[in-house]
């Protein structure tokens, strides 16, 4: 038995901030964002909506691609760093706007950027255990929330999206090999939004001083990122019993083309095998990973038995790594 794929869906927004739009609000350039991130544009979720009508339109199409409904799910996650709210979760709002019509459990996760890599070993292990059928897992962030568009180094990375897959327990050779997941709080503040939590609650103060925004040290979140994500890939394809060369696709977080390339000439992987859509989408945060994920299956880019490596990094430190059989 393997937890496996069954369905993909995602949602990005219509509304976009191209390069140019930058221009107008900070001191910047499309040459100068082209050139060190690989971005164009990024999706901008409208004012009046939240993280979870984004998540809630990737799991509409991820319920289709599988050929379920909303009511044969038996479990769902939600992976965001940008609630509607602090409560109720987002997975319980996804909950009410899929009308799955009886209770079943439904909360949320926050590893960041790595969101969904630390889901897909949650549900994995929530299939495997028999207790649950049919999952729901979503990464999904609305991160032009968290922009400072007086902060030329952040705003430009960052844009809008939720990815869905629905996932099942099954017999035979697709599914879910191998999965890491790893943390280190000692690099706790390269990525933080200092304000709005219980340590600095809202206030006059705290807006005054922009802690509502996203602040990252890039320098240092740029070597790390590539470090990670090179070792995480390379111990889940050893312990998925593979070897490097037999891998047909990674899928890394979109954080930005540089981290991208980076990564894939540390292995020696030929850029043929790591898709991207960073320059369209920007950095999604929890939803980079599974949109990628979604582009691929629907472009027909994946032949059943390949093999996939899907890796994450993002605050707190946190990274992680999946091997799964297409």
């Known amino acids: 038995m393997r937890a496996r794929i069954r369905g993909t869906g995602a949602a990005v927004p219509d509304t976009k901030i191209t390069n140019a739009d930058l221009e107008a609000l900070v001191d910047t350039s499309d040459e100068w964002i082209v050139t060190r991130t690989g971005i164009r544009e990024r999706g901008k979720l409208p004012a009046d909506q939240g993280t979870s009508d984004l998540a809630t339109l990737a799991a509409h199409e991820a319920l289709k691609s599988a050929g379920l409904q909303a009511s ?17 979760t987002t997975a319980a709002l996804v909950h009410r706007n899929l009308r799955v019509g009886r209770p079943i459990p439904a909360y949320d996760l926050n590893a960041v950027c790595a969101g969904f890599v630390f889901g897909l070993e949650v549900v994995v292990d929530q299939l495997m255990s028999g207790r649950y059928q049919r999952a729901l897992l979503i990464g999904a962030d609305a991160m032009t929330r968290l922009m400072d568009y007086q902060d030329r180094q952040t705003c430009v990375l960052f844009g809008d999206g939720a990815g869905a897959v629905v996932m ?29 939590g219980s340590r600095r609650p809202a206030s006059p103060y705290m807006l005054a001083q922009r802690e509502q925004y996203m602040r990252m040290n890039g320098r240092g979140t740029f070597k790390l990122a590539v470090q990670s994500m090179e070792q995480v890939i390379l111990d889940t394809i050893a312990r998925a019993g593979w070897t490097l060369d037999t891998v047909d696709h990674v899928l890394v977080h979109q954080a930005n083309q540089r981290i991208i390339e980076a990564t894939a000439e540390r292995m020696g992987v030929p850029l043929s095998k790591v898709p991207t859509n960073v320059e369209r989408t920007g950095n999604t945060s929890a939803a980079s990973n599974p949109v990628l994920l979604d582009e691929c299956v629907r472009a027909g880019r994946f032949a059943p038995g390949d093999r996939v490596i899907c890796a994450g990094f993002g605050s707190g430190l946190s990274w992680g790594g999946v091997a799964l059989i297409w």
């Open 72 to 88: 044969d799910i038996d479990l769902i996650v939600v992976c965001t760093c940008t609630p509607d709210m602090p409560m109720p």
């Open 168 to 196: 099942t327990a099954e017999e035979g050779e697709a599914g879910v090999v191998a999965t890491i997941l790893k943390a280190d709080g000692e690099f706790w503040d390269l990525i933080q939004v200092p304000g709005g």
